[in-house]
C-alpha cells in the first residue's frame, strides 16, 4: 500500500542528546513537510522540501534539521539545540491537488 | 497576517445531534481550504478540499461550505465514532499551509 511511514513511533532523549526521526514515502511526491504539534495547538512547519537537495525553513526551523537525499526519504534531526522538543512529530507529502498524506507521527519525550 | 482559527475549541455532542463546526481565514487570494480529521495519537487524514466560495462537499454525515471568510463543517445526527479533532488548513504561499488550532468533537452515546 501507498503511503507515508514514518518510525520511531515513541522516542525518548536525554539532555545533549540529538535525535533523528525517519520519514519514508512510496507516493512519488515531490513536496514534503515536517510539522510539530503540541497539545490544543494546530500544525506548525518545521521544514519543508519541494525538491530533491533542496529543503527550506518552516516557521520552526530553530534546533532542528533536515536532509533530502532521495526523493522517498525526508529524515529530521531533533538536535540538542532545540530546548523543548517534546512533542508529537508528524511527517507529509503533498499531491499536485494540495492534499496532504501524513505518516501516523512520532512522539518525542525528553528524559 | 495570514491566519487561521476555529471555533469551538471542544465541542460535546449527544449522538444524534447535529452540529457546525467554524475555520476562519484571512488569507489573501485563497487558494483552496482542506478539512482533515485527526484520531488521538494518529496523522490527520484528508476530508474536502474547497476552492470557491459557495461550493459544498459531503462525505456521509459530514458536509463541509466555504464563504469568502470562513468555512462550515456541518457534521448531521452524528455517532460517536465521529469523535475526533477536526483541522481546517489553508495554502499559503507556494505548497505551505497555515492550520488553524482544530476543534475536538466528543460525540456520547
Known amino acids: 500500500d501507498g503511503g507515508i511511514t514514518q518510525s520511531p513511533k515513541y522516542l525518548f532523549r536525554k539532555e545533549g542528546q540529538n535525535v533523528t526521526l525517519s520519514c519514508e514515502q512510496n507516493?512519488?511526491?515531490?513536496?514534503m513537510y515536517w510539522y510539530r504539534q503540541d497539545p490544543g495547538q494546530g500544525l506548525r512547519l518545521i521544514y519543508y522540501s519541494q525538491i530533491v537537495n533542496d529543503f527550506q525553513k518552516g516557521d520552526i526551523a530553530e534546533g532542528y534539521s533536515v536532509s533530502r537525499e532521495k526523493k522517498e526519504s525526508f529524515p529530521l534531526t531533533v538536535t540538542s539545540a532545540q530546548k523543548n522538543p517534546t512533542a508529537f512529530y508528524l511527517c507529509?507529502?503533498?499531491?499536485?491537488?494540495?492534499?496532504?498524506?501524513f505518516g501516523e507521527g512520532s512522539r518525542l519525550t525528553v528524559l | 497576517e495570514d491566519q487561521v482559527t476555529q471555533s469551538p475549541e471542544a465541542l460535546r455532542l449527544q449522538e444524534g445531534e447535529s452540529s457546525s463546526l467554524n475555520c476562519s481565514y484571512t488569507v489573501s487570494g485563497l487558494r483552496g481550504l482542506f478539512w482533515y480529521r485527526q484520531d488521538p495519537g494518529k496523522g490527520p487524514e484528508f476530508l474536502f478540499t474547497l476552492y470557491s466560495a459557495g461550493e459544498e462537499k459531503e462525505k456521509e454525515r459530514l458536509k463541509a461550505t466555504l464563504t469568502k471568510k470562513e468555512s462550515f463543517l456541518h457534521i448531521t445526527a452524528p455517532k460517536p465514532e465521529d469523535s475526533a479533532t477536526y483541522l481546517c488548513?489553508?495554502?499559503?504561499?507556494?505548497?505551505?499551509?497555515?492550520f488553524g488550532p482544530g476543534t475536538r468533537l466528543s460525540v456520547l452515546p
Open positions: 488548513a489553508v495554502p499559503f504561499y507556494g505548497q505551505n499551509f497555515v
Open positions: 507516493l512519488n511526491h515531490d513536496a
Open positions: 507529509a507529502s503533498c499531491d499536485s491537488t494540495g492534499e496532504l498524506f
